[in-house]
């Protein structure tokens, strides 16, 4: 079974620049997450999709932090205007929606530098 | 929301040494608890989980139990191989309106021959 995909693996822009981010979650998966991970630190929750609907963007800078989850399958997120702090590696995981165990699966991230 | 403490790293042992990593979280209701492991260059994986009071989750050597009481659900493994040299995270998940899980800051362990 195909894991979580995520492309492109590393970008490296130039601040002001935008950036965009693609994950195809696990086949049958309904709930999509997007983390975001400092170095040194663990992942924080960006933004949470049942299906194609966002339930869960509290954690998501809108002013610049943008996602879309059309059919419910794959997902984008993106950035605009991109600033030196957004350095990162952004993570993608999806599950069933099925609690308590709510087993999250993860993509391998795209490690973002803006210059 | 959740919150997650973990021993400082990184963590240095040697080869067939014995393993410990604190962790404690405070958590709204009732959580299931997660050990996921970060190999260098991957994605995280899930290592193991527990979903209730005095449950122990094991895989590939490892286990950690979960104390209600303490609030604290400790990964042992009792002989390091090279290989398990990785970033550990533990992470508490409760569900309901922040639903994704809550990672500590990771316990980066290397294992020298």
């Known amino acids: 079974e195909a894991g979580v995909v995520q492309s492109p693996r590393y970008k490296i822009i130039e601040k002001k620049q935008p950036v965009a981010f693609w994950c195809n979650p696990i086949?049958?998966?309904?709930?999509l997450y997007w983390y975001r991970q400092n170095l040194g630190q663990g992942p924080e929750l960006l933004i949470r999709?049942?299906?194609?609907?966002?339930?869960?963007d509290s954690q998501l800078p809108k002013d610049r932090f943008s996602a879309e989850r059309l059919k419910g399958v794959d997902s984008t997120l993106k950035i605009q205007p991109a600033e030196l702090g957004d350095s990162a590696v952004y993570l993608c995981?999806?599950?069933?929606?099925?609690?308590?165990?709510?087993?999250?699966?993860f993509g391998p991230g795209t490690r973002l530098t803006v210059l | 929301g959740n919150s997650v403490t973990q021993m400082e790293g990184p963590v240095t042992l040697s080869e067939e040494a014995f393993l410990t990593i604190n962790c404690t979280y405070t958590a709204t209701g009732y959580p299931s608890l997660f050990w996921y492991v970060q190999y260098p260059g991957e994605g995280l994986q899930l290592l193991l989980k527990?979903?209730?009071?005095?449950d122990k989750g094991s895989n590939k050597g490892f286990e950690a139990t979960y104390r209600k009481e303490t609030t604290s659900f400790h990964l042992e493994k009792g002989s390091v191989q090279v290989s398990d040299s990785a970033v550990y995270f533990c992470a508490p998940y409760s569900g309901g309106g922040a639903d994704g899980l809550t990672f500590g800051k990771g316990t980066h362990l290397i294992i020298q021959p």
């Open positions: 086949s049958g998966h309904n709930t």
């Open positions: 995981a999806s599950s069933f929606p099925t609690p308590p165990y709510n087993e999250q699966f």
């Open positions: 527990a979903t209730k009071a005095d």
């Open positions: 999709y049942e299906n194609e609907e966002a339930v869960d």
